[in-house]
């Protein structure tokens, strides 16, 4: 076996071995992103299964994806795939999954540096075989910025603890995030549009009653259509039903059970439901959870989907242990029973009965559901150029300049009742220009001076395209998820068509503050209001109707 120090600090060709399952694979972005940013020049390849290959489609964690199709597992496909992967010259392997299968294709394409768990007697295959027993006494105890309840036996320790063990990569950074590429956010929006009998501000819960696992991870259908009832009833919602092709007859279970008369002067009841079961690609099924104001699901691999789109979820758990998969991340609800037989991590309920799913009623899910909706409006706000002067690289409070008309004009936002955020881009951090340090400082002044509820920046590099970075909409969405903001009754104020551009990914309203002659006509068409200065810009959006 060769040692940790024999092995290269600086590799350039790196081949990560994926896992197979939706979920797991979500729950291993961070590890990736880990080893992206230990080796940030390196040429990084994913080996992985075609049908989670979607997970991971954008990443600028990953340089490579190559398909391990089901046509390689023979022994015939094994060489094959091992040559193709010999010629790539690959000169270290990380294998996120476990199986014999990773080790021997890493072995047979002659790759010299094989790093995985000890796990399927493929210890002689791998130059540094981890052992399993240093998860559970790993000193690596990785909290989540936005939830401080994440035990140290989660499964994403279990891969950031590999890349601890073998390579001393360490890692605070938890947080799984899936890139969605505009197009595929604006077909999951118009899809949304033109189904819904109601306008796409009216509130969209997401259903996901299947788990490809088996039985005893599934909710009974009758209490979905339960909570289906109430959804529309209730909460005046729409309800998107999603699942993969062989779950179409749970589905099929729930929708026929809903027989409702129609609202009184309204639509009938189906034109409140969507039903996509069988009938999205996993990039689609990302783009239209994030959609979702809310998602209801078992454990399974869509629940892991939203958590990582920061989409408010409710968890329901019943053979399973939350405190190992468990969604990630903030306003994230479990419901689960503890029963002297659960969690008993089995396909289907040893002693035949699935109490810990028949425990959990629909008033536990429904009443969840009210508590982790989004209620709050809040007027997101561009930082430099928009509320102070652009300095070009701030980084110092001399040269910190409030602009005229912020302070009355925030002020009367507050009174209206909206959250005051700020999104802001802070490239100068990468660049080197700007400490880090004095961007929170600054941030947290104008929190005081201005009121204004919380501040999100991004501080890579525009070349970095990092998930966070405006006109993304990530920090838009934590914000939703930490300040419990409704998207869709919000708006963001920017000087720049990226602003806008944020806000319509997020699905709020972009307001864009003119600059003379440098407005465009295609800047315009991004934002949903042009504003000569700020003040034009609060006094639209209080003349806006609810």
């Known amino acids: 076996m060769t040692e940790p120090s024999k092995i290269s600090a600086e590799p350039n060709n790196i081949l990560i071995r994926g896992v197979n399952w939706i979920g797991d694979a979500v729950l291993t972005l961070p590890a990736v992103r880990a080893i992206r940013k230990a080796y940030p020049d390196a040429h990084i390849s994913l080996l992985v299964k075609p049908w989670v290959s979607g997970i991971f489609e954008g990443s600028p964690d990953i340089n490579e994806i190559i398909l391990y199709e089901d046509r390689l597992n023979t022994i015939a496909g094994k060489l094959k795939l091992a040559k193709i992967l010999r010629a ?11 199986a014999f299968d990773a080790a021997l294709i890493a072995w047979l394409s002659g790759i010299p540096a094989r790093i995985g768990y000890d796990t399927d007697c493929r210890s002689l295959l791998l130059t540094k075989a981890v052992p399993v027993k240093t998860v559970k006494s790993s000193e690596l105890k990785v909290t989540s910025e936005y939830d401080k309840k994440i035990t140290p036996q989660h499964q994403v320790y279990y891969y950031l603890n590999l890349l601890k063990e073998a390579l001393n990569i360490t890692s605070y950074d938890i947080e799984p995030s899936i890139y969605l590429k505009k197009d595929e956010v604006h077909e999951a929006r118009n899809l949304l549009n033109s189904s819904f009998i109601l306008h796409l501000s009216s509130l969209i819960v997401g259903l996901n009653p299947g788990a490809a696992y088996g039985s005893a991870k599934r909710w009974m259908p009758e209490k979905f259509a339960g909570l289906i009832r109430r959804i529309i009833d209730e909460l005046n919602g729409n309800v998107i039903l999603f699942g993969s092709q062989s779950e179409s007859a749970i589905v099929q279970e729930i929708t026929s059970s809903i027989t409702l008369p129609p609202r009184r002067g309204g639509p009938g009841w189906g034109g409140r439901i969507l039903n996509l079961t069988g009938k999205t690609s996993l990039r689609q099924l990302a783009a239209l959870i994030s959609e979702c104001d809310a998602f209801i699901t078992n454990d399974s691999g869509p629940m892991h989907i939203a958590s990582a789109m920061s989409v408010p979820l409710i968890a329901i758990f019943g053979s399973t242990d939350p405190d190992a998969t468990g969604p990630l991340g903030a306003r994230h609800k479990v419901i689960s029973k ?141 914000a939703r998820t930490e300040h419990g903001v409704n998207l869709k009754a919000s708006y963001m104020i920017g000087d720049k068509p990226l602003d806008a551009l944020a806000a319509r990914q997020a699905g709020a309203k972009g307001i864009l503050l003119l600059k003379g002659s440098n407005t465009t006509t295609q800047d315009k068409e991004i934002a949903d209001f042009i504003a000569k200065d700020f003040k034009e810009a609060v006094k639209w959006i209080l003349e806006q109707k609810d």
Do not use: W
């Open 338 to 478: 503890q029963l002297s037989c659960s969690p008993c991590l089995k396909r289907k309920c040893p002693e035949e009965h699935l109490n810990c799913m028949e425990a959990i009623n629909v008033d536990d899910v429904f009443n969840a559901l009210t508590e982790i909706l989004p209620k709050e409006r809040a007027v997101f706000l561009d930082r430099d150029g928009t509320i102070i002067e652009d300095a070009t690289y701030l980084n110092s409070f001399d040269r910190l300049k409030i602009l005229p008309d912020i302070p009355e004009s925030l002020m009367k936002l507050k009174s209206a009742g909206f959250k005051l955020i700020g999104i802001t881009n802070q490239s100068g951090i990468a660049r080197g220009i700007v400490s880090e340090q004095f961007v929170k400082e600054a941030n947290a002044y104008l929190q005081k001076t201005l009121g204004i509820d919380a501040f999100y920046y991004c501080p890579h590099h525009p070349d970095d395209n990092c998930v966070c970075r405006k006109p993304e909409p990530m920090l838009l969405r934590k």
């Open 88 to 98: 790539k010259k690959f000169d270290m392997a990380i294998l996120l999954q476990n």
